[in-house]
C-alpha cells in the first residue's frame, strides 16, 4: 500500500515535470519562438483559438509568470490542448485520437514481441551456455543494437520496396483504401506495417536478448540453481521457474525504463514509413512549428511511459514476494 | 538505437567455486601509481578480449580520419564542384551526391563533428553524472532523496522525444548545442548506476576505515572513492558517447541538425530530401548509416567487453578444449 | 572515584536507537539501550554476543562513526561527544582506532598497503618527515608481524592473504600510538589456522606496546585466549561482566550459561542433547519494560516480565542482569 | 568393501580458468557406509567444496571433473547420463548448501519448492504432497504453516532447517551437507547440529559434512578428513584424530583452537598462509608451513601412507624410510 502509494506519487511529481518543461522550454530559448509560431499562423486561426495560444506560451499577454502557469496547468487538467495550427481546424485532442491507434498497434505489438522473443532467445541462449547459439549471439546483437532505426527503416525500404516491389513503403494503408472491418482492408493494413515492423524488431530485440542472457548467466550461477539440480528437477523446470523467473525480474524494470528509447526509435521509424502514428505527427508538428500538437505528444509519450512502468510494477509484485512483503 | 543495459556493471558475481580459489597471478604492477596500474590493466584486457580488440581498433580508425580528414580526403567535402549523381570511380570513391559533392570527402569530414559530439556528451554527462551520483551516495539521507528523485524523473521522461522538443525550439542545432542539449536530458541513466555502485561501496570498511582515521569528505570522495569507480565511470562514458552518436545523427536526419554542417547525419538528411533511392544513388544514404554503426559498434562493443573483463561468468565458453586430453571427461559440463 | 583515577575509556548509559519504518508507522530498533562498562590501561576487555546483540554498534558509537541517542563516553575522564574541534576529534580518533571485521573489504584495493599507515601518519603525527614516517610505517608492520616491512609495504592489498591484511589493519592503528585499539571481529573472518596468531598478536600489543583493546567477538573461546575481562551482550544490553576465569566458570546469567553450552569444545566431554534451545536473538524493536530473554529463559519468573533488571554486583567485580541470580538463587539453566 | 553407500576414488577437479588450469581436488578417495557421518574439514580454498559438489554432480563450468569415479549404491555417477541421475537425485542423495538465503529460490514458497521436487519424482497426489511436507517439515521442529511462506520471512535458523527438510522428503541414502551451519549464530549452530545428528540416528542416512570449523564436529562426527590443497591430508576415526593428530598440518589445526575449559596454555597456530593453488608445488603443498619439514618434502610429493587405521599423507610416517626429522612424530600430540 504504501508503496503503492509512493509510486502514485512519483508518478505524478515526473507528470508535472513533463508539463513544467513544457511550459518552461518556450520561454527560455531564445527569442520565444512561439511569436514566430503566433504571427505565422495569424490569418488562418480564429482569434478565440489564437488567444488560448498566447496564454500557453506567454506571449503578447501581460499576465504574470504564475498565473500563466496555472492556466497553463488548469488547461491541461482539463484537456484542452488546444488547435492544431498546421492541420487547422483539427483539435489537437482529434489527431491524437486519430494517431493512437495506429501507434499502439504497431509499436505496441512490436515492442512486446521483441521483449518476449528477444527474453526467450536469451533465455535458451544462456541456458545453452557455450552453444552455437550462445556464441554468435553478443557480437551479433551488440552490433544490431546500435543500427540506428530510421537508417535500418531506409534500407529495407531500398531492398523490399524499391529493388524487389514486394512491400509498400509508404503509410499505414493504401490511400485509395477505405477504412473499414474486411479482410481486403486488414490484409493491406498487415503488408504496411510489416517493414516498420521489422525495422523496431531488429533493432530492439538485441537489447533484451543481451540483457537477458546475462543476467540470466548471473543467475544460473546461484546456489537455488544448483539446489534445483541437485533435486533432480526437469531441466525445463529449472530454467523456466528457477532460473528465468528469478533473471526477470530485474529486466522487468529495465523493460519499462528502456521504453523511452523504443519509443524515440518508434518516432524516427514512423517518420522514414510515413506511417501516420504519434511519432509521425510529433515530426510533422516540429517541422511545421506545430507547438501546441508537439506539447501534446511529448506529454502523450510521457504518460505513455509511466503507465509502462506502472504495468512493470504490478508485474514485479505479482512475480516476486519480496516486493510484496515490502509494500 | 536500442540500448545494451549493463545488468551486471555494479555488481559482478562470482560464482562459488571461483570466490573459494585463491587468486590467480596477478601480474605486474607493483610499483605503479592506481592510474598507470588501471590503465595497463585496460590495455591488457583490450588485447585479450576480442570483442574490445574490435572496438578499440575501430574506434582508433574513426580517430585518426576526424584528427587528419585532409590527409585523407582532399576535396572540400562542402564545395559543390561536380556533376551530380556520379557512380563510384578512382576519382570519386563513393561517387557524388545528388547535389555535386565528392561523398567520400564528406563521409572523411563527417567523421569529426559526430567524434565531438560523442566526446563531449561523453565526458560532459559523465561527469555531470558521477558528481551526482556520488554526492547522493555519499551524502546520503535528505540529498540523496532529492537527487535520486530529480534522476528518476529525467529517467523516465522520454529522452529522445524531449530532445526533439528542444531542438524543436532552437532549430538548426550545432555541435556546442547538440552536446548541451544531449548531455542535459542524457546523464541521468549513468548517475543511476555510478550512485548505486557508490552506495554499495560507501558500506565498504575501507570508506569507514578513512573516516575513523580522521580524513575530511572531499578527500574520501576524491582520493578513496572516485579510482575505485574507475572501470563503471569508462562504462558510463562508453554508453554517453554511443546515445550521442545515435541521438545526434537521428536529429540531424530528421532536419533538426545544422544544414550547413558537413556530418553523417545531415548527409543521410540530404540525401532523403533528394530521394536518393529514387534517383538511384543507394550509397548516399547506405555509406554514412554505416559509417554510424560502425562508430556506434566500436562503443557498444567496448562497453560489452569490459562488462565481461569484470564478470568473467559472461564470457564466451570454449567447448571442448579439454577433450582430447581427458578421456574420461564428466558429462557435467553438458547440462542443457 | 578523582579525576586521576579515571579509567582510560568509560560509557555511561549508552544508548543507540535507529529509526525504521516510516512516518505512518514509526518504530525504533534499539541496538544498543543503556549500557555502561569501563575499559583500563593495557586491558583486553572481551566484549561477546550474538549477531545483532549491539557489539558492533558499541564499537561504532565508540569509533564515533554512530553519534549516541543517549549516554556518553568519556575518554580520559573527557567527554568524546564534546569534542567539537577538528584537532580534539582527531586526537582521540588517534588514540582510539578501529580494527574492522572483513579484511578484504577494510583496506581500499586501488592503493598500495603503505597508504593507509602514511595516511595515518600524516594526519596524526604531523611533525614527522616524510622519512620518518616511512621509518614509523617500517617500524610498525614488524611489530605486528609483516616481513620483510619494506616488502611489504610496498605490496597491493590482493597480494596479501587475509591474515596479513588484518595485520595491516593493526598496524595502521600502531603507527598513531593508541591508547585502545577498538576491535571489531578481527578474526571472525579469517581461516583457523591463521586466528591463533591475530590473538597472539593482541596479546603482544597489550604487554609490550601497552595498548588496552576492545576485542568484539562471538567466540567465548577466542575471548578467554587473550582477554582479561569480558562483556556479554544479549539484545543490546549487557548480560553480565566480570573477570573472564571467573565468568567462564561460574556464569551467572542464564544466557552466558546457554553460551556456554553452545560453544564448540572438541576437549570436552560429548554434550549431545544439552543445547535444545531453538530460540534466536530477537530484534528489539520498540521494547516494553522486562528482560529481553526472558522468551528464551527457563527459570524466567514474573519480575522477569515486567521489570527490566539492572546489572548489579554478584560478586568481586562480576555483574549480572538477571533478577534470579541477583536474588542469591542458584542460576542453572542450561549445561 | 561392497556394503559402501559411497565410494569415491582417484577424483580430481580442474578449474579452467584464462592463465591456465587449477587442479582444485588433487585424487581424493574414501568411502561411507550406510548411516555413517564423515565429516570433511580443511581451510578456505582446500577445495572441500568443490569435491563435495563433484560428488554430488554439480559442478558447473570452468570446474570440471577430469579423473576418478564417484560410485553410488554401486553405479559410477560420473559421466553417467542425465536421466539416470536425475533419478537418483534427490530419492537417494540430497544436498543441503551453505546459505540457505541462497539455495532457496527467492520467488517461490517453501511449500511450492517442497512440491517440485517430490513431483520430479513422481509424486503427484497433492494430498500425499501436502501430507509429506507438513511431515517433514515438523520433524525439524517448524510449523507446517510455513509451508506458505516464503524463504525470506523465515529466520536464518529456520531456513536452515527447512532445507534439511526438504533434503528428508525420501529418506534418502545419503545426505551432502555444505557448511549448513556456518551462517548461524553459536547458539542456533549448537542446536541445528543436535538436530541434525538427531535424524541421522532416527532414519540412518549416511552423511559428508563440509566445515572449516574443525571443533564443531568432533562430537558428531564419526571419521574425519582433513583437506589441505586439494588434497586429503588426513583421514581417520574422529576420536582418534583429535586425540593423536598423525599430519603435522592436522596437529598445527588442534592447535589453533583456543580452549573454553581447562588450563589456558599458549597456543602456536600455523604460521604462514593457506597456498595458492595456482603455483603448482614442487614436493608437499604444506612444506612451507610445516614445523617438521625436511629436504625430502620439498622435493617429492607424498603419498597416503596408511597409519593405524588411518592414512595419512606424510613422509614421517613413510616406514620404508629412516626418519630424518630432529623431533619424533609422537610429540605432535603432546599438547592435547
Given at each position: 500500500m504504501r508503496f503503492a502509494l509512493r509510486r502514485l506519487g512519483f508518478f505524478l511529481l515526473t507528470l508535472w515535470a513533463a508539463l513544467t518543461l513544457n511550459f518552461v522550454l518556450p520561454r527560455l530559448m531564445p527569442g520565444n519562438p512561439a511569436i514566430a509560431m503566433i504571427s505565422k499562423f495569424k490569418g488562418g486561426v480564429s482569434p478565440q483559438a489564437l488567444h488560448t495560444l498566447e496564454i500557453q506560451f506567454g506571449v503578447f499577454t501581460h499576465k504574470p509568470l504564475l498565473s500563466q502557469y496555472f492556466t497553463y496547468l488548469g488547461n491541461m487538467a482539463t484537456g484542452k490542448y488546444g488547435v492544431s495550427l498546421s492541420e487547422y481546424p483539427a483539435t489537437v485532442g482529434q489527431i491524437i485520437k486519430n494517431a493512437i491507434p495506429w501507434t499502439?498497434?504497431?509499436?505496441?505489438?512490436?515492442?512486446?514481441?521483441?521483449?518476449?522473443?528477444?527474453?526467450?532467445?536469451?533465455?535458451?541462449?544462456?541456458?545453452?551456455?557455450?552453444?552455437?547459439?550462445?556464441?554468435?549471439?553478443?557480437?551479433?546483437?551488440?552490433?544490431?543494437?546500435?543500427?540506428?532505426?530510421?537508417?535500418?527503416?531506409?534500407?529495407?525500404?531500398?531492398?523490399?520496396?524499391?529493388?524487389?516491389?514486394?512491400?509498400?513503403?509508404?503509410?499505414?494503408?493504401?490511400?485509395?483504401?477505405?477504412?473499414?472491418?474486411?479482410?481486403?482492408?486488414?490484409?493491406?493494413?498487415?503488408?504496411?506495417?510489416?517493414?516498420?515492423?521489422?525495422?523496431?524488431?531488429?533493432?530492439?530485440?538485441?537489447?533484451?536478448?543481451?540483457?537477458?542472457?546475462?543476467?540470466?548467466?548471473?543467475?544460473?550461477?546461484?546456489?537455488?540453481?544448483?539446489?534445483?539440480?541437485?533435486?533432480?528437477?526437469?531441466?525445463?523446470?529449472?530454467?523456466?521457474?528457477?532460473?528465468?523467473?528469478?533473471?526477470?525480474?530485474?529486466?522487468?524494470?529495465?523493460?519499462?525504463?528502456?521504453?523511452?528509447?523504443?519509443?524515440?526509435?518508434?518516432?524516427?521509424t514512423e517518420f522514414v514509413f510515413n506511417y501516420q502514428g504519434v511519432g509521425y505527427w510529433l515530426l510533422a508538428a516540429v517541422n511545421n512549428e506545430d507547438y501546441p500538437l508537439m506539447q501534446a505528444l511529448f506529454l502523450l509519450i510521457t504518460v505513455a511511459v509511466l503507465v509502462a512502468i506502472l504495468l512493470s510494477d504490478i508485474a514485479t509484485a505479482v512475480l516476486d514476494p519480496r516486493t510484496r512483503d515490502a509494500s | 538505437m536500442a540500448f545494451l543495459i549493463p545488468s551486471t556493471a555494479t555488481d559482478a558475481a562470482t560464482p562459488l567455486e571461483l570466490a573459494e580459489l585463491p587468486e590467480l597471478d596477478q601480474g605486474p604492477g607493483r610499483r605503479q601509481s592506481p592510474a598507470i596500474r588501471a590503465l595497463r590493466r585496460m590495455g591488457k584486457a583490450i588485447r585479450s578480449n576480442r570483442k574490445a580488440t574490435w572496438g578499440a581498433g575501430l574506434l582508433l580508425v574513426f580517430f585518426l580520419l576526424a584528427l587528419f580528414p585532409g590527409l585523407i580526403a582532399r576535396d572540400d567535402p562542402s564545395a559543390i564542384v561536380y556533376k551530380a549523381s556520379l557512380g563510384p570511380s578512382l576519382h570519386h570513391l563513393l561517387g557524388t551526391t545528388g547535389l555535386g559533392q565528392d561523398m567520400f570527402a564528406q563521409i572523411i569530414w563527417g567523421t569529426?563533428?559526430?567524434?565531438?559530439?560523442?566526446?563531449?556528451?561523453?565526458?560532459?554527462?559523465?561527469?555531470?553524472?558521477?558528481?551526482?551520483?556520488?554526492?547522493?551516495?555519499?551524502?546520503?539521507?535528505?540529498?540523496?532523496?532529492?537527487?535520486?528523485?530529480?534522476?528518476?524523473?529525467?529517467?523516465?521522461?522520454?529522452?529522445?522525444?524531449?530532445?526533439?522538443?528542444?531542438?524543436?525550439?532552437?532549430?538548426?542545432?550545432?555541435?556546442?548545442?547538440?552536446?548541451?542539449?544531449?548531455?542535459?536530458?542524457?546523464?541521468?541513466?549513468t548517475a543511476r548506476q555510478l550512485r548505486s555502485q557508490a552506495l554499495s561501496l560507501r558500506k565498504r570498511d575501507f570508506l569507514e576505515a578513512a573516516r575513523v582515521r580522521g580524513e575530511r569528505p572531499i578527500y574520501i570522495i576524491v582520493v578513496e572513492i572516485i579510482p575505485t569507480m574507475t572501470s563503471l565511470i569508462v562504462a558510463s562514458f562508453l554508453t554517453n558517447a554511443l546515445y550521442a552518436v545515435l541521438f545526434s545523427t537521428s536529429l540531424q536526419f530528421i532536419g533538426l541538425g545544422d544544414p550547413s554542417q558537413v556530418s553523417w547525419g545531415t548527409m543521410?538528411?540530404?540525401?532523403?530530401?533528394?530521394?536518393?533511392?529514387?534517383?538511384?544513388?543507394?550509397?548516399?544514404?547506405?555509406?554514412?548509416?554505416?559509417?554510424i554503426v560502425a562508430l556506434g559498434a566500436a562503443f557498444a562493443l567496448l562497453n560489452y567487453a569490459f562488462d565481461e573483463i569484470g564478470n568473467p561468468a559472461l564470457r564466451p565458453i570454449k567447448r571442448g578444449r579439454r577433450r582430447e586430453q581427458a578421456p574420461r571427461r564428466s558429462r557435467v559440463r553438458e547440462r542443457a | 572515584?578523582?579525576?586521576?583515577?579515571?579509567?582510560?575509556?568509560?560509557?555511561?548509559?549508552?544508548?543507540?536507537?535507529?529509526?525504521?519504518?516510516?512516518?505512518?508507522?514509526?518504530?525504533?530498533?534499539?541496538?544498543?539501550?543503556?549500557?555502561?562498562?569501563?575499559?583500563?590501561?593495557?586491558?583486553?576487555?572481551?566484549?561477546?554476543?550474538?549477531?545483532?546483540?549491539?557489539?558492533?554498534?558499541?564499537?561504532?558509537?565508540?569509533?564515533?562513526?554512530?553519534?549516541?541517542?543517549?549516554?556518553?563516553?568519556?575518554?580520559?575522564?573527557?567527554?568524546?561527544?564534546?569534542?567539537?574541534?577538528?584537532?580534539?576529534?582527531?586526537?582521540?580518533?588517534?588514540?582510539?582506532?578501529?580494527?574492522?571485521?572483513?579484511?578484504?573489504?577494510?583496506?581500499?584495493?586501488?592503493?598500495?598497503?603503505s597508504h593507509g599507515v602514511m595516511r595515518g601518519l600524516k594526519l596524526h603525527r604531523p611533525e614527522l618527515t616524510s622519512e620518518q614516517r616511512l621509518d614509523e610505517a617500517k617500524r610498525v608492520f614488524e611489530v605486528v608481524g609483516l616481513t620483510p616491512a619494506a616488502d611489504v609495504l610496498e605490496r597491493y592489498p590482493h597480494e596479501l592473504s587475509g591474515g596479513q591484511r588484518q595485520r595491516v589493519g593493526f598496524a595502521q592503528a600502531l603507527a598513531m600510538r593508541p591508547k585502545l585499539i577498538i576491535a571489531d571481529e578481527p578474526v571472525s573472518m579469517l581461516d583457523v589456522s591463521i586466528r591463533i596468531g591475530l590473538l597472539n598478536l593482541m596479546a603482544k600489543l597489550r604487554d609490550d606496546e601497552d595498548v588496552s583493546i576492545l576485542f568484539i567477538t562471538h567466540d567465548l573461546a577466542s575471548a578467554r585466549y587473550v582477554a582479561d575481562r569480558l562483556i556479554v551482550m544479549y539484545a543490546g544490553q549487557i548480560a553480565e561482566t566480570g573477570p573472564m576465569e571467573e565468568v567462564l566458570v561460574n556464569p551467572k546469567h542464564p544466557y552466558t550459561q546457554l553460551l556456554l553450552s553452545a560453544a564448540p569444545d572438541p576437549r570436552a566431554p560429548l554434550g549431545v542433547g544439552a543445547a535444545t534451545d531453538r530460540g534466536e536473538p530477537p530484534k528489539v524493536i520498540n521494547p516494553t519494560p522486562g528482560c529481553r530473554f526472558r522468551w528464551r529463559c527457563p527459570i524466567a519468573i514474573d519480575a522477569c516480565h515486567t521489570i527490566t533488571p539492572q546489572l548489579l554486583p554478584i560478586a568481586d567485580g562480576h555483574e549480572a542482569a538477571c533478577h534470579v541470580a541477583q536474588s542469591g538463587a542458584e542460576v542453572k539453566a542450561f549445561g | 568393501m561392497s556394503g559402501n553407500v559411497l565410494e569415491v576414488s582417484g577424483l580430481s577437479v580442474e578449474y579452467l580458468m584464462d592463465g591456465g588450469s587449477v587442479l582444485a581436488v588433487d585424487n581424493v578417495s574414501f568411502s561411507l557406509e550406510p548411516g555413517e557421518f564423515v565429516a570433511v574439514v580443511g581451510e578456505s580454498g582446500c577445495g572441500k567444496s568443490t569435491m563435495l559438489f563433484a560428488v554430488a554432480q554439480l559442478l558447473t563450468p570452468p570446474a570440471e571433473i577430469i579423473g576418478g569415479t564417484v560410485m553410488f549404491k554401486g553405479r559410477n555417477l560420473v559421466g553417467l547420463a542425465d536421466d539416470s541421475l536425475t533419478a537418483i537425485r534427490w530419492k537417494d542423495l540430497s544436498v543441503v548448501m551453505q546459505s540457505a538465503m541462497n539455495a532457496l529460490n527467492p520467488v517461490k514458497s517453501i511449500g511450492a519448492q517442497f512440491k517440485d521436487a517430490m513431483r520430479a519424482h513422481g509424486v503427484t497426489s497433492a494430498q500425499e504432497i501436502a501430507t509429506r511436507s507438513a511431515e517433514v517439515l515438523k520433524m525439524v521442529s517448524i510449523d507446517p504453516a510455513h509451508l506458505q511462506s516464503y524463504p525470506h520471512q523465515l529466520s536464518g535458523g529456520m531456513r536452515q532447517r527447512s532445507m534439511i527438510a526438504m533434503a528428508l522428503l525420501f529418506t534418502p541414502?545419503?545426505?551432502?551437507?555444505?557448511?549448513?551451519?556456518?551462517?548461524?549464530?553459536?547458539?542456533?549452530?549448537?542446536?541445528?547440529?543436535v538436530q541434525i545428528k538427531e535424524l541421522q540416528e532416527q532414519f540412518g542416512f549416511a552423511v559428508?559434512?563440509?566445515?572449516?570449523?574443525?571443533?564443531?564436529?568432533?562430537?558428531?562426527?564419526?571419521?574425519?578428513?582433513?583437506?589441505?590443497?586439494?588434497?586429503?591430508?588426513?583421514?581417520?576415526?574422529?576420536?582418534?584424530?583429535?586425540?593423536?593428530?598423525?599430519?603435522?598440518?592436522?596437529?598445527?589445526?588442534?592447535?589453533?583452537?583456543?580452549?573454553?575449559?581447562?588450563?589456558?596454555?599458549?597456543?602456536?597456530?600455523?604460521?604462514?598462509?593457506?597456498?595458492?593453488?595456482?603455483?603448482?608445488?614442487?614436493?608437499?603443498?604444506?612444506?612451507?608451513?610445516?614445523?617438521?619439514?625436511?629436504?625430502?618434502?620439498?622435493?617429492?610429493?607424498?603419498?597416503?601412507?596408511?597409519?593405524?587405521?588411518?592414512e595419512v599423507r606424510c613422509f614421517l610416517h613413510d616406514a620404508a624410510a629412516p626418519v630424518l626429522v630432529p623431533r619424533s612424530s609422537e610429540e605432535a600430540g603432546d599438547t592435547i
Open positions: 499502439l498497434g504497431l509499436v505496441g505489438m512490436t515492442t512486446i514481441l521483441a521483449f518476449v522473443l528477444g527474453t526467450g532467445i536469451g533465455i535458451v541462449g544462456a541456458w545453452r551456455r557455450g552453444g552455437t547459439l550462445d556464441s554468435i549471439m553478443p557480437p551479433v546483437f551488440v552490433i544490431t543494437s546500435v543500427i540506428p532505426y530510421f537508417w535500418l527503416g531506409l534500407v529495407l525500404i531500398l531492398l523490399f520496396a524499391v529493388k524487389l516491389h514486394a512491400l509498400p513503403s509508404f503509410g499505414s494503408y493504401f490511400f485509395q483504401a477505405t477504412p473499414g472491418f474486411n479482410l481486403t482492408f486488414i490484409w493491406d493494413v498487415i503488408q504496411h506495417a510489416i517493414l516498420p515492423a521489422a525495422t523496431l524488431l531488429i533493432t530492439t530485440i538485441g537489447t533484451w536478448i543481451l540483457t537477458m542472457r546475462n543476467t540470466m548467466i548471473t543467475t544460473l550461477a546461484e546456489d537455488y540453481v544448483r539446489m534445483a539440480r541437485a533435486k533432480g528437477l526437469p531441466n525445463r523446470r529449472i530454467m523456466l521457474d528457477y532460473a528465468a523467473r528469478n533473471a526477470i525480474l530485474p529486466n522487468l524494470t529495465g523493460f519499462a525504463m528502456s521504453l523511452g528509447f523504443v519509443l524515440g526509435g518508434a518516432i524516427l | 569529426r563533428p559526430v567524434l565531438e559530439i560523442a566526446f563531449g556528451v561523453g565526458i560532459a554527462s559523465t561527469v555531470i553524472a558521477m558528481l551526482i551520483g556520488v554526492a547522493a551516495a555519499y551524502l546520503g539521507g535528505f540529498w540523496d532523496a532529492v537527487l535520486n528523485l530529480l534522476t528518476d524523473v529525467l529517467l523516465v521522461i522520454p529522452l529522445f522525444p524531449l530532445l526533439i522538443v528542444i531542438a524543436g525550439y532552437l532549430h538548426n542545432a550545432g555541435t556546442l548545442v547538440m552536446i548541451l542539449v544531449i548531455t542535459f536530458t542524457g546523464w541521468s541513466y543521410l538528411y540530404n540525401a532523403e530530401n533528394n530521394e536518393a533511392f529514387q534517383t538511384g544513388q543507394a550509397l548516399w544514404i547506405i555509406a554514412p548509416g554505416l559509417c | 572515584m578523582t579525576a586521576t583515577a579515571d579509567p582510560l575509556l568509560r560509557t555511561e548509559g549508552l544508548s543507540k536507537h535507529f529509526r525504521i519504518g516510516n512516518t505512518l508507522s514509526p518504530r525504533t530498533l534499539h541496538a544498543v539501550d543503556d549500557v555502561s562498562f569501563s575499559i583500563g590501561e593495557r586491558e583486553i576487555v572481551a566484549l561477546a554476543g550474538e549477531s545483532g546483540s549491539g557489539k558492533s554498534t558499541i564499537a561504532r558509537l565508540l569509533a564515533k562513526i554512530y553519534r549516541p541517542t543517549s549516554g556518553k563516553v568519556f575518554f580520559e575522564g573527557k567527554s568524546v561527544s564534546s569534542m567539537r574541534s577538528r584537532r580534539d576529534r582527531l586526537r582521540y580518533s588517534g588514540l582510539a582506532p578501529m580494527v574492522f571485521q572483513d579484511p578484504f573489504a577494510s583496506i581500499n584495493p586501488v592503493f598500495r598497503v | 541414502d545419503l545426505v551432502i551437507m555444505d557448511e549448513p551451519t556456518s551462517a548461524l549464530d553459536v547458539v542456533a549452530q549448537r542446536s541445528l547440529m559428508i559434512f563440509v566445515t572449516h570449523d574443525m571443533s564443531l564436529v568432533s562430537h558428531f562426527s564419526d571419521r574425519l578428513m582433513v583437506m589441505y590443497a586439494g588434497q586429503v591430508a588426513e583421514v581417520g576415526p574422529t576420536r582418534q584424530l583429535f586425540d593423536a593428530p598423525q599430519h603435522p598440518y592436522t596437529a598445527g589445526l588442534m592447535e589453533a583452537f583456543p580452549s573454553i575449559r581447562g588450563p589456558k596454555l599458549p597456543l602456536a597456530g600455523i604460521p604462514g598462509s593457506p597456498p595458492n593453488l595456482a603455483r603448482r608445488a614442487e614436493g608437499c603443498w604444506f612444506a612451507p608451513r610445516c614445523p617438521k619439514v625436511f629436504d625430502r618434502c620439498k622435493i617429492e610429493p607424498p603419498p597416503l601412507y596408511p597409519v593405524q587405521g588411518r
